[in-house]
């Protein structure tokens, strides 16, 4: 035995030394045909692909907008060229349906007084009552004859009309027609001295009027 406690005296087959060498290469060889598949695992492989080039076409030019010859629209200005807008349709429903009112006396709730509605009237037009003769004044009605239609035997009449004021009194005369200008002269003195007339009255009230009135020259027999 030496230092080291190992037994020297000893000695080894040769047969057993190679068997172990031998096994030792084997573990070796093996280990060593292991290394590249773990390195491998332990990473990504990246493949590289080569991708054709395609080629696009470049695109079709646009043309340039070309001039129309139609007239520009122009807004309307008068009256005639305004078309309306249609409005939305109106549509009409039944109307909910009356509730009748009970036969009897209607009961009120309020207060005030209840005033009977009057019907809308029309003014009546006014009361009119023409002028008339005054019967204390009818003997001056006729008027005296003219003396040279009386001398000359001459008959006929005159038709005027009078202007009668609110008091009765005659205020003008105008002709008519007259059968000589001396029956309308001698009706004209009378009827403004003493024709006496009823005035004409407007609901009640005295107006001024005019009326026509015919005087008749006779010869006595």
């Known amino acids: 035995m030496t ?26 060889a093996g280990l060593l045909s292991m290394a590249p598949k773990i390195v491998e695992r332990g990473r990504e492989a990246i493949t590289m692909i080569d991708v054709p080039k395609i080629e696009v076409p470049p695109p079709d030019p646009i043309d340039p907008p070309k001039p129309t010859t139609e007239a520009p629209l122009s807004r309307p200005t008068t009256p005639d060229q305004i ?78 009309k009078v202007l009668i004021g609110t008091d009765g009194r005659v205020k003008a005369v105008q002709l008519v027609a007259a059968d000589d200008p001396g029956f309308f ?22 107006v001024e009027s005019w009326k026509q009135m015919t005087v008749h020259f006779r010869l006595e027999s």
């Not at 406690?5 to 030792?24: D, E, H, W």
């Not at 004209?188 to 007339?197: I, M, N, P, S, T």
């Open 3 to 28: 230092a080291d406690g190992f037994l020297t005296n000893k000695r080894r087959s040769p047969v057993s030394l190679g068997a172990a060498l031998a096994i030792q290469g084997v573990v070796l």
């Open 83 to 160: 078309v309306p807008t249609p409005a939305d349709p109106v549509i009409f429903t039944d109307p909910a349906p009356l509730t009748p009112i009970p036969p009897g006396p209607i009961v009120g709730t309020g207060t005030a007084p209840f005033v009977e509605p009057r019907l809308a009237t029309q003014p009546k037009p006014p009361v009119f009552v023409d002028a008339g003769l005054d019967p204390r004044y009818a003997s001056g009605l006729q008027p005296p004859y003219p003396g040279r239609l009386q001398r000359e035997q001459v008959e006929g009449k005159a038709t005027v």
């Open 185 to 206: 002269k001698a009706t004209e003195e009378q009827a403004l001295r003493r024709w006496r007339f009823k005035p004409a009255t407007r609901d009640g009230v005295a």
